[in-house]
């Protein structure tokens, strides 16, 4: 079983649509949670911190449930550029200085015009 | 925000020849830095730790003796992918991390034929 799992995707989409995409892992000793974004032969880059108590970046809406061990993104009024390969990605520790990430395979994102 | 410089971005070597990466961490120091590999559609996949004045850790199933990693100072570690072969052609990228975020170098991108 891959540590942390996600929708195998593509997801295409029009501009405008809501999109959600899920992810587990499976560590329960985790203690940091992202959403990462990457674009073709690009590095990742962070998209967003995801916490128990739910958090909002403007459009990006993330959750965290422990008990489930689930994360999700929310994307609300998809646009163009939001095409990308989105990665679901946990840490043992707070610290990412000391401990590596784990990745999930990514869910690819095509939004329509 | 912090910034990780990779460099080569992209390298073509015959099979068999050594190519080496390297990793600067350009504004804070780096004690710990870590090496991923990314095959084609696939998730980032922890190859080695690399720890300051000491030997990297690398994780199962990699080849310590094939995969060469330096790190000398707090700002630099290096990666040295030896006897290359086409099997080894993926893209790889290095991280170095403060406080409660990882920065990620450009990514290399090696073919090798």
């Known amino acids: 079983r891959k540590e942390v799992e996600q929708d195998p995707g593509p997801f295409n989409v029009p501009e405008g649509a809501t999109v959600a995409f899920n992810c587990t892992y499976s560590n329960s000793a985790s203690q940091s949670f992202f959403w990462y974004r990457q674009d073709c032969r690009k590095e990742p880059k962070l998209l967003m911190s995801?916490?128990?108590s739910g958090n909002e970046d403007g459009r990006f809406t993330a959750q965290l449930n422990r008990a489930s061990q689930y994360i999700s993104l929310l994307i609300r009024d998809s646009k163009l550029s939001d095409s990308a390969t989105y990665l679901c990605v946990v840490s043992t520790s707070r610290d990412t200085g000391r401990r590596a990430l784990t990745f999930g395979s990514g869910t690819r994102l095509q939004v329509q015009p | 925000g912090a910034v990780v410089s990779q460099h080569p971005s992209r390298v073509i070597c015959k099979s068999g020849t050594s190519v080496k990466i390297e990793c600067r961490s350009l504004d804070f120091q780096a004690t710990t830095m870590f090496w991923y590999r990314q095959f084609p559609k696939k998730s980032l996949m922890l190859m080695a730790t690399s720890n300051e004045g000491s030997k990297a850790t690398y994780e199962q199933g990699v080849e310590k003796d094939k995969f060469l990693i330096n790190h000398a100072s707090l700002t630099l570690s290096t990666l040295t992918v030896t006897s290359a072969h086409p099997e080894d052609s993926s893209f790889y990228i290095c991280?170095?991390?403060?406080?409660?975020?990882?920065?990620f170098g450009q990514g290399t991108r090696l073919t090798v034929v």
């Open positions: 995801v916490y128990s």
């Open positions: 991280s170095g991390g403060r406080n409660t975020e990882a920065f």
